[in-house]
């Protein structure tokens, strides 16, 4: 089993950053993929980036690439989301998951460990 926890969310202002973190504790050797996914009110959750332990390659939804990068510290088991150049569009709830498999990076059914998530707000 693993365990996650979000950290780093808040408010700022469109053109602000914010740094989401996500710590990992459990059977961490048994992750294949990590991902952040966020979900807006009254819309699906959707993936943001995706990033394979093991070639460290990394995947961004069409409407953040170029302004969040996901990194991933082995050594501390933590997941990272730099957000630069926020707009209002990415206020969301931001959850950190986790599988132990390949396959579509995006796809929600197919993690299957979920943060409690956290709170971006970008006014």
């Known amino acids: 089993h693993v365990q996650l926890v979000e950290s780093g969310g808040g408010s700022v202002q469109a053109g602000g950053s914010l740094r989401l973190s996500c710590a990992a504790s459990g059977y961490t050797a048994s992750i294949v993929t990590m991902g952040w996914f966020r979900q807006a009110p009254g819309k699906e959750r959707e993936g943001v980036a995706a990033i394979f332990t093991g070639s460290g390659t990394t995947y961004y939804a069409d409407s953040v690439r170029g302004r969040f990068t996901i990194s991933r510290d082995n050594a501390k088991n933590t997941l990272n989301l730099q957000m630069n150049s926020l707009k209002p569009e990415d206020t969301a709830m931001y959850y950190c998951?986790?599988?132990?498999?390949?396959?579509?990076?995006?796809?929600?059914?197919?993690?299957?460990?979920w943060g409690q998530g956290t709170q971006v707000t970008v006014s």
């Open positions: 998951a986790a599988r132990g498999t390949g396959g579509n990076w995006s796809l929600t059914r197919l993690y299957k460990y």
